[in-house]
């Protein structure tokens, strides 16, 4: 069983940035390929990025390209989640999650999520 933790979370103005961890301890990361997500408040849960293993295919969802970037450091096991020019509509908790499978956009094919991190974004 993996089990990734989040964390970086936190109240930001407009404009600003934050840095998101994925921690994963009980295999290495390099496993797995691995994506972020999110879920506002009355919304669906939506993709943001994902990161195959090696960390040399990377896609995102049209509405942070430009604004986000997905790295991995599989010697820290970690995987991050840079993110620029925050707007009030990425305010949401936003997921890690891992996949034995190749790298996807698609949630469904995630085995393995953390508890979440909020990111607040006020204008």
């Known amino acids: 069983q993996v089990r990734p933790v989040e964390s970086g979370g936190g109240l930001v103005q407009a404009g600003g940035s934050l840095r998101l961890s994925c921690i994963v301890s009980?295999?290495?990361?390099?496993?797995?390929?691995m994506g972020w997500f999110r879920q506002a408040p009355g919304k669906e849960r939506e993709s943001v990025a994902a990161?195959?293993?090696?960390?040399?295919?990377?896609r995102y969802a049209d509405s942070v390209k430009g604004r986000f970037t997905i790295s991995r450091d599989n010697a820290k096991n970690t995987v991050y989640l840079q993110m620029n020019s925050l707007k009030p509509e990425d305010t949401a908790v936003y997921y890690c999650?891992?996949?034995?499978?190749?790298?996807?956009?698609?949630?469904?094919?995630?085995?393995?999520w953390g508890q979440g991190t909020q990111v607040t974004v006020s204008s």
């Open positions: 999650a891992a996949t034995e499978r190749p790298s996807t956009m698609q949630a469904q094919y995630y085995d393995y």
């Open positions: 990161i195959s293993r090696g960390g040399t295919i990377t």
């Open positions: 009980e295999r290495a990361v390099s496993n797995y390929a």
